[in-house]
């Protein structure tokens, strides 16, 4: 594994109801803006998506965003980006991002979050990729992910090496720390 540069960074396109959740996602733009990071994300411009991304490039540090045309069409693109990237569909988003990126963040977010969590979650199991994935569970947001994993521990559906697949923080800095250690 090489030196983590690029950063992709799955959260909401929603802000959620507590401020807690958009205050996590600024302190995390700014430590990563910080120490050089760049964000690779879903080129939102909204939600934690645009808080994200926004935080990122006030701070002086580099957003590169990937996005199918079907969201661009919706108005839904960031448009102060350093890099847009547009594809054809969500797969292709997903592989980009993946493509372009040395690590990965999972801040609180719906469905698509998850599923982009768990994606890479498995391609890691299966050795597509060896790359960190950190969980940032704020205000305790994760808790229920943290006993869905340990739960399948317990079950026999997941070996006790893949329960290291990912780790949680509930600190922006130590889990940057941690990501790029």
């Known amino acids: 594994m090489g030196k983590i540069v690029n950063i992709c960074v799955f959260c909401g396109s929603s802000v959620g109801e507590d401020p807690i959740f958009a205050q996590a996602t600024r302190v995390l733009g700014e430590l990563m803006a910080g120490q050089g990071l760049n964000l690779v994300y879903g080129a939102g411009n909204i939600g934690l998506m645009g808080v994200l991304a926004d935080t990122v490039l006030e701070a002086g540090g580099e957003a590169i965003g990937v996005i199918p045309e079907k969201l661009v069409e919706r108005e839904l693109a960031h448009q102060g980006l350093t890099e847009l990237h547009i594809v054809e569909n969500m797969h292709e988003r997903k592989a980009k991002m993946h ?4 690590a990965f963040i999972v801040l609180p977010g719906g469905i698509g979050t ?13 050795d597509y990729h060896c790359k960190p994935i950190a969980m940032l569970n704020v205000g305790g947001f994760y808790n229920s992910i943290e006993q869905f994993f340990e739960s399948m521990l317990v079950s026999g559906f997941l070996r006790p090496k893949h329960s290291e697949l990912f780790f949680v923080e509930t600190d922006s800095k130590r889990l940057l720390d941690r990501l790029i250690a």
């Open 99 to 102: 493509d372009l990126s040395d």
């Open 114 to 126: 998850m599923e982009e969590f768990f994606e890479a979650v498995t391609w890691r199991q299966l």
